[in-house]
């Protein structure tokens, strides 16, 4: 290889030398030695100008139409299906995302083989579900892989444990805790979960890039090296989920290991106690005070584990959240939900003062507080009373609140002569309400 043509015809005269002053016979015939921008070589097509790796035309050809034609059968020998499987795997180099979509079928083929001792002349059963497979690859051979440089855009660390996950990219740091359900699962796919938790959090804005996972998982690290694996199907599940999100992007990935020494910081925060911040009105409440009030554009003060809308903003670097910090957006066109930790009732005012915002807000009924007066100035309604119960509020990490039972109650007459331990600030409602707005 060489910058210019010339330098290319150097690099091969010195090459030549070389090789002929070790001893060794070079088979001219065979040597390319005229400098191309494109060459074939190994069986696929290089391209220096488009530093790409692609398919030679005529095998693209030839296994598109292999493809197509066993994608339309009910059923066939199992020696075609492995057949048409090692023709796929052979030019996975050339195929950005090709192995992803071969996995699937080598765990039917997999299966296939056990059903019938080992025999490949026997017929196997193709279930529906490989059609999406197929699709894909037949979109995929007509697509190159590009040459890569071993340079990465970003560096993202993520640990696992039984608590929770954690990740770190720079300076930056986040984390989260696992649902029950994923409290069920394996450290091997709590470890793919950090990881993919840690792409999603710290790369949402990026695409047609590389990025480096460091992971101390051996496990996780090969499922996400190798598109996934035959033999445990709930792993290969996440790594598939890993990479077609990564392919939506054009995002290559590369995990790579990494000591639990050096993965402090992930691990660190993959051990944060879950705090009582993760509070949450209940289902059975927000439905109640989103038929009147919503449909709501935004959560504010929200986590993946307790959002309530679609859109929401979060704390810190969260997976689904649009936004990080509720106090540095403006709210004034949006109708939004809030449930702000209480301590951050007087700044929540005060940024809907600001914004000139009208939206919903949940809070304690506490008429003491510095902030009441000015919260019973912006009301534009009767507030909505949400009596004290077991239920009524909600956490991933408790049954209940320990202290439902003792919020304090208003003690005089407040808008509508209502009085209760909560008020869910809403819009128009002849029902008992109440809705902030922008202060005049």
Known sequence: MGASAEECRA?????INLLQSLGFIINFSKSHLIPSSRCKYLGFTFDSIEQSISIPPSCRKKLWHLTRNLAQKFTCAIREFASLIGSLVSVCPAVQYGLLYTKALEREKF???VNNNEDYTKFMRLPSHLQADFSSILNDI???NGIRS???DREIFSDASLNGWGASCGE???HGWWSKSDLALHINALELKAAFNGLRCFTS?????DILLRIDSTTALAYINKYGSIQFPHLSAIAREIWQWCEIRNIFIFASYVSSLENSIADAESRISDPDTEWSLSNEAFIKLSNIFGPFDLNLFASLINNKCE???????DLGSIAIDAFTLSRKEVNFYAFPPFILLSRVLRKIVEDKATGT???PWWPSQAWFPLFCRLLLSKPLVLSPNRSLLSSPFRDQHPSWRTFPWGSGDYPGGIRGPFSAIGRNSSFTCFLVRDHN
């Open 111 to 113: 299966l296939a083989l």
């Open 150 to 152: 071993g340079k990465f």
């Open 311 to 317: 859109a929401y903003v979060s704390w810190f670097p």
């Open 11 to 15: 690099n091969i005269r010195t090459t």
């Open 172 to 174: 930056l740091r986040t």
């Open 205 to 209: 804005d990026l695409h047609d890039c």
């Open 142 to 144: 007509n697509q190159s």
């Open 361 to 363: 807000v949940v809070i």
